[in-house]
T-cell receptor, first 115, second 114 residues
């Protein structure tokens, strides 16, 4: 059983399109995250939700909109995709929202390529 | 603000040897946690080990151990008896100031040869 699963794993799309990445965790965790890993492998937090409530919204363009229908799901919708959005997007979850002491478990990543 | 520095872009080691991956951090918090993750070429992020700032002992998990030196603000990962499967990128991370997410270093690529 995959603990944190995200779909699709690979996504190639044209500039200007709108796309979504879905994430589900079966760990019973309260907190979920979206991280972005750029071409230089640098990982940065984008959003986090605790029990469906937004906790973190880093400096991310408004074209990115997370949605958490319940605490086991956190989807990421991206409007008007740009070349610079090409990256690996990781969904993650943890038991609580205090990162110190709460291990964050990651999904396998979604490779987004915008052409 | 919290910061993680990994100064070794790449490390090379032979099978069965031990290797130390460096991590230094900056934080003004008294209580904090440090994490190490492994990212193999397949891309997933795998949690390896956690060290709390007030833990009296250095963390160990199988072949992984942390050389935690609080006064020097370093939390180096030691991998004993390296295996070919240890070839991957390794990231050190610390919680951000609000404690709501992890801040990652730039990573170290470890290559293990036979």
């Amino acid at each position: 059983d995959t603990a944190v699963s995200q779909t699709p794993k690979y996504l190639v799309t044209q500039m200007g399109n709108d796309k979504s990445i879905k994430c589900e965790q079966n760990l019973g965790h309260d907190t979920m995250y979206w991280y972005k890993q750029d071409s230089k492998k640098f990982l940065k937090i984008m959003f986090s939700y605790n029990n469906k409530e937004l906790i973190i919204n880093e400096t991310v363009p408004n074209r990115f909109s997370p949605k958490s229908p319940d605490k086991a799901h956190l989807n990421l919708h991206i409007n008007s995709l740009e070349l610079g959005d090409s990256a690996v997007y990781f969904c993650a979850s943890s038991q609580g929202f205090r990162a110190s002491g709460n291990t964050i478990y990651f999904g396998e990543g979604s490779w987004l390529t915008v052409v | 603000a919290q910061k993680i520095t990994q100064t070794q872009p790449g490390m090379f080691v032979q099978e069965k040897e031990a290797v130390t991956l460096d991590c230094t951090y900056d934080t003004s918090d008294q209580s904090y946690g440090l994490f190490w993750y492994k990212q193999p070429s397949s891309g997933e992020m795998i949690f390896l080990i956690y060290q709390g700032s007030y833990d009296e002992q250095n963390a160990t998990e199988g072949r992984y151990s942390l050389n935690f030196q609080k006064a020097r603000k370093s939390a180096n990962l030691v991998i004993s008896a390296s295996q070919l499967g240890d070839s991957a990128m390794y990231f050190c991370a610390i919680a951000n100031q609000a404690g709501t997410a992890l801040i990652f270093g730039k990573g170290t690529t470890l290559s293990v040869s036979s």
